[in-house]
Nanobody
Framework: QMQPVESGGGLVQPGGSLRLSCVAS??????????MGWYRQAPGKQRELVAT???????NYADSVKGRFTISRDSAKKTMYLHMNSLKPEDTGVYYC?????????WGQGTQVTVSS
């Protein structure tokens, strides 16, 4: 079955940038028929939405990341990206890729992002 695979996390200083990637592996379907999104979970907190992109390519962002994060996709590579700029310590957490395909949701294993000096 389809499996999202994330990469690109790491340790970055406040004000820095990172790019996360999510590959929709093990599927014959184009990501253009999928709703894809990024969620994050900080220690002791619930998982929260960061950004999503509809199958039509329409992005949606949490208020806390608007103007700093950009979600994009490369259909040929079956990959979704999250470009994160002006990172803050409160952006720290495990970032998960979520894919909805034919009304079924799939989660990746997560990638750690730590923003600290």
């Amino acid at each position: 079955q389809m499996q999202p695979v994330e990469s690109g996390g790491g340790l970055v200083q406040p004000g820095g940038s990172l790019r996360l990637s999510c590959v929709a592996s093990r599927t014959i379907f184009s990501i253009n028929v999928m709703t894809m999104g990024w969620y994050r979970q900080a220690p002791g907190k619930q998982r929260e939405l960061v950004a999503t992109m509809s199958s039509a390519g329409i992005p949606n962002y949490a208020d806390s990341v608007k103007g700093r994060f950009t979600i994009s996709r490369d259909s040929a590579k079956k990959t979704m990206y999250l470009h994160m700029n002006s990172l803050k310590p409160e952006d720290t957490g495990v970032y998960y890729c979520n894919v909805v395909l034919q009304s079924r949701g799939y989660w990746g294993q997560g990638t750690q992002v730590t923003v600290s000096s």
